[in-house]
């Protein structure tokens, strides 16, 4: 799968959670955070089709979408990507500079903490 754009993960995460959508219910979604046009849409899940991003069932008259990959493949091969291209491969620079942006709550914080602690009795 090529890696989608800004607009085609957000529809992606749209049908992530849908599991499965027409482009009208697809459309509806995103014009609540964002001002776009419905033949934006279509055209954006057309090609999405074509890079075999999602798959669509044609038997109706309304055609259904639906995603060709799971979530977790795909935030992983960004995620690989992102990490190899702007922080040259280095997953710390990366840890790093998310967690200096942001501030996180103590919640985060200690499932953070859990996280390591599970990775280090791994070892």
């Given at each position: 799968?090529?890696?989608?754009?800004?607009?085609?993960?957000?529809?992606?995460?749209?049908?992530?959670?849908?599991?499965?959508?027409?482009?009208?219910?697809?459309?509806?979604?995103?014009?609540?955070?964002?001002?776009?046009?419905?033949t934006t849409t279509l055209?954006?899940?057309?090609?999405?089709?074509?890079?075999?991003?999602?798959?669509?069932?044609?038997?109706?008259?309304?055609?259904?979408?639906?995603?060709?990959t799971n979530q977790k493949?795909t935030q992983k091969s960004?995620?690989?990507?992102?990490?190899?291209?702007?922080?040259?491969?280095?997953?710390?620079?990366?840890?790093?500079?998310?967690?200096?942006?942001?501030?996180?709550?103590?919640?985060?914080?200690?499932?953070?903490?859990?996280?390591?602690?599970?990775?280090?009795?791994?070892?």
């Amino acid at each position: 799968m090529s890696k989608p754009t800004e607009s085609e993960l957000e529809i992606l995460s749209l049908l992530w959670e849908m599991k499965q959508a027409s482009v009208r219910q697809v459309h509806e979604r995103l014009a609540e955070t964002k001002d776009t046009g419905y033949t934006t849409t279509l055209k954006t899940l057309q090609n999405m089709h074509a890079k075999q991003m999602v798959s669509r069932n044609e038997t109706h008259r309304t055609h259904i979408y639906r995603p060709a990959t799971n979530q977790k493949d795909t935030q992983k091969s960004l995620l690989r990507n992102l990490v190899s291209t702007a922080f040259g491969g280095s997953a710390q620079k990366l840890v790093l500079q998310a967690l200096g942006e942001e501030n996180p709550s103590k919640e985060e914080l200690d499932e953070i903490r859990a996280f390591l602690d599970q990775l280090e009795n791994k070892k």
